[in-house]
């Protein structure tokens, strides 16, 4: 698969800013890393998902870098990589770049801290939850183990490493400032360099950012989704958004009302499936309704989303429980909502 052209972007505090594309999974998928210069030393922004050709094709796109662009630069340059939120797909490439870059200091949010510091450690929490998760939804017992395993699989490769510095909002990084933009991921950062903003996967031009329950993983979910939407719609003179994914933006703020509708609309959509239904229903049945056509394992995305926004709508008081009798007699039971 041809890879998309390597960007240049030149902000407006004279910072060069080169995108840089892998195939981060089997499938095709491509994500973006970027190498930063004029902003302190030389920092690299996310590292691939270290499957496949993702570490190769971040490795070839430093390469050309002194040929395409005269950049008198190479990998062991680099001194610094944030990772703007841990997903895989994004920080997966890390032990790989370390190794590359001899040493690179390595920083990420607090929130995220330890999915690189302790990651067996994260991915047993995190598995467990989804387990609980997946129970109280009313997947039927059959079909757990296919989805845990799928959950489990592009978690085996990655071994923790050390972390040397936080990116907190407020505390700006040579220049770079950090702005903490939760819901799609808990310890996600956009950074800001100028009129730049390298926004990762908080808003992308074409897709949503999938949205999980915040009882898998606190300050994911809707609720997080929309302050965070809120935060960068108030960042004034933002030129282009660089994402994690997909095409450059050059209309942040429109994108952002976009999304902020299209939030309305699907809180509208689970509650109208819920109030409209003639019994009582599990996320699961909710999951089944908003995405009917889902396979393998964009049906543990489904179900993740899906109770994102039941989560939301019954923490607001729109939704009550309606077998809680059964529930605190055996925990295991699948919740069933109603509307108020």
């Not at 070839?60 to 001194?79: C, H, K, N, S, T």
């Not at 991921?185 to 360099?193: E, L, N, P, R």
């Not at 929309?226 to 994402?243: N, Q």
């Not at 993740?304 to 925990?331: H, I, K, M, P, S």
Request: aromatic share 8%.
């Amino acid at each position: 698969m041809e890879l998309p052209p390597i960007e240049q972007f030149i902000s407006s505090n004279g910072a060069r800013i080169y995108r840089l594309p892998m195939i981060v999974f089997p499938n095709g998928f491509v994500a973006y890393a970027y190498l930063v210069l004029g902003m302190g030393v030389l920092t690299l922004v996310d590292s691939g998902s270290g499957f496949g050709r993702s570490t190769p094709d971040l490795l070839a796109g430093i390469a050309v870098l002194p040929q395409m662009f005269g950049e008198a630069i190479r990998v062991q340059d680099i001194e610094r990589i944030l990772i703007t939120h841990g997903h895989i797909d994004h920080f997966g490439g890390l032990s790989s770049m370390i190794e590359a870059a001899a040493g690179a200091q390595i920083g990420v949010h607090p929130l995220d801290r330890r999915v690189l510091t302790h990651y067996n450690e994260r991915v047993a929490v995190a598995t467990k939850n989804l387990t609980i998760y997946l129970q109280q939804a009313g997947v039927n017992a059959g079909r757990m183990p296919q989805l845990l395993e799928m959950y489990g699989f592009s978690k085996q490769h990655f071994h923790s490493v050390n972390v040397d510095f936080l990116l907190n909002e407020g505390e700006a990084l040579d220049g770079m400032a950090f702005y903490h933009v939760p819901g799609h991921c808990s310890g996600q950062v956009a950074i800001q360099i100028g009129d730049v903003m390298l926004i990762a996967d908080h808003i992308l031009p074409v897709t949503s950012p999938h949205l999980a329950a915040e009882s898998i993983t606190h300050y994911t979910g809707v609720g997080h989704y929309e302050d965070s939407l809120r935060k960068i719609a108030a960042v004034p003179g933002i030129r282009v958004a660089l994402g994690g994914h997909e095409a450059a933006m050059f209309d942040i703020y429109g994108r952002i009302a976009q999304l902020q509708e299209r939030l309305k609309i699907k809180i509208e959509r689970v509650l109208t499936f819920i109030r409209s239904a003639e019994q009582p229903m599990t996320i699961n049945d909710v999951s089944r309704i908003m995405y009917p056509d889902k396979h393998g394992f964009d049906v543990l995305m489904a179900l993740q989303e899906a109770g994102a926004y039941v989560e939301y709508l019954y923490e607001r008081g729109y939704l009550a429980v309606t077998n809680l009798a059964e529930f605190e007699a055996d925990d295991k039971t699948a919740l069933r909502y109603s509307v108020l």
